[in-house]
């Protein structure tokens, strides 16, 4: 399986809830098995910066 990867858009502010949205669509487009692991990077004030699946951060 391929790795898929979103990363905030804004690396201070973190991922918004549409960024979420959308990886979760395009993983579900991409056929990705929803049981498989996700991965989160956080910044030191706990916001998303990027969110993997099915890969390496």
């Known amino acids: 399986m391929s790795t ?3 990363r905030a858009t804004d690396n ?3 991922m918004t ?3 979420l949205m959308q990886f979760v ?3 579900e487009a991409a ?3 929803p049981r498989e ?3 989160v990077r ?6 998303i910066k990027r969110i993997t699946v099915g890969g390496k951060l």
């Open 12 to 14: 201070k502010a973190g």
């Open 42 to 47: 956080v910044g030191f004030t706990a916001q």
């Open 31 to 33: 056929g990705v098995d």
């Open 4 to 6: 898929q990867v979103t």
């Open 25 to 27: 669509q395009e993983a």
């Open 37 to 39: 692991t996700v991965l």
């Open 17 to 19: 809830l549409g960024d």
